[in-house]
C-alpha cells in the first residue's frame, strides 16, 4: 500500500512562501507513479493545483498557481515538492498529494488519483 506522507505546511504572511514535500513511506518504486498536489479551502471542492509526470519531465499548473507555483520531484529520495511563493489568502486551504500508478504511460493527470495523502494545513494571513 502506497503511503504518502505531506509535510511544510503552516501560517506564512501574504506575499510569503512555503515548500511543502510529499513523501512516499512504504518504499514502493516512485518513479512508477505520476503525482500531483491538490487543495481543499473551508466550503469548497478539492482542486487541482499541479502535477507532474513519473519522470518529472511533464508538469502541469492551475491557471491560479501559474507563475507562482513550481513542482518538482526527486525518485532517488521517493520525494515530490511544491514550491510556493508570492503566496496570498486564496492559498489558505488543506493541501494534498495524490499518486497515479502508471508504470507504462509518462503523464500529468488531472483526476482519478490512486492514493492519497492525510494532507498538510496552509494558513496565508493578510
Known amino acids: 500500500q502506497v503511503q504518502l506522507v505531506e509535510s511544510g505546511g503552516g501560517l506564512v504572511q501574504a506575499g510569503g512562501s512555503l515548500r511543502l514535500s510529499c513523501a512516499e513511506a512504504s518504499g514502493r518504486t516512485f518513479s512508477n507513479y505520476n503525482m500531483g498536489w491538490f487543495r481543499q479551502a473551508p466550503g469548497k471542492e478539492r482542486e487541482f493545483v499541479a502535477g507532474i509526470s513519473r519522470s518529472g519531465g511533464k508538469k502541469h499548473y492551475a491557471d491560479s498557481v501559474k507563475g507562482r507555483f513550481t513542482i518538482s520531484r526527486d525518485n532517488a529520495k521517493n520525494t515530490m515538492y511544491l514550491q510556493m511563493n508570492s503566496l496570498n489568502s486564496e492559498d489558505t486551504a488543506v493541501y494534498y498529494c495524490?499518486?497515479?500508478?502508471?508504470?507504462?504511460?509518462?503523464?500529468?493527470?488531472?483526476?482519478?488519483?490512486?492514493?492519497w495523502g492525510q494532507g498538510t494545513q496552509v494558513t496565508v494571513s493578510s
Open positions: 495524490a499518486a497515479d500508478r502508471d508504470p507504462f504511460s509518462d503523464y500529468v493527470p488531472l483526476n482519478g488519483y490512486d492514493y
